[in-house]
């Protein structure tokens, strides 16, 4: 068997929602990679007796080297992420930077729970029908092609998730979504906004797309916007799936 190096997703942060195959395969490994703050969220019990290797924000790049550097030397290791490791995150770097070593290198991604299911379950069920996931990081994407995708996302009457929505050097962009959303969709449609869901600082926050409070927004922030169907039922955010429509008529 060759080296094992494996992508794990840890959830949106609370130990109740990582997974017992994420928990597994972090248990088995011998040397756990990650961001700071992703390593932090390991459960302590899994880190007992292990090598932990923490970089910080912008060293993507250099963590994911180390991570297949480590494997490669022998050690069981894992990439730790926030999340999903498919969505907006490490699993498809590692796979590029380790494409010349998959002859030896054992690689495994192991799924975990999304911000986009935390930050839905905690508003309600706002994507009970199609939706749209878009970064607004242009770190990595030109602003340009983010707008292209913004519009084509609101004409086509997607519900949209927005990741990513704002940082400390990054702080307009949101408003900008909003405008481009609002030019096509009702001031009416509902918008929730979920910051560090399952965290202890978790808050949860309903707007209409006019009274949106972009000062609200922060780093850890997940934002839902609705299509045209999208309402409000109690005081959860609802995007009917279309039963009603079909079977009481």
Known sequence: M???LKVVGLGPGDSALLTPQAQKAIADAEVIVGY?????LVPDALKEGKELVSTGMMGEMARCEKAIEIALSGKDTVVVCSGDPGIYAM???IYELAEEHL???????VAGIPALSAASALLGAPLMHDFAVISLSDLLTDWELIEKRLQAAADADFVIVLYNPKSKRRDWQISKALEIVGSVRSPETPVGLVKSAYRNEQETLVFSLNSFDTEQVDMLSTIIIGNSTTRMIGENIVTPRGYLKKYRK
Do not use: A
Not at 36 to 40: D, F, I, K, N
Not at 103 to 109: F, G, I, N, S
């Open 2 to 4: 060759g080296c094992s």
């Open 36 to 40: 700071t703050l992703y390593v932090e």
């Open 91 to 93: 699993s498809g770097l």
């Open 103 to 109: 002859d030896t290198l054992e690689l495994e991604v």
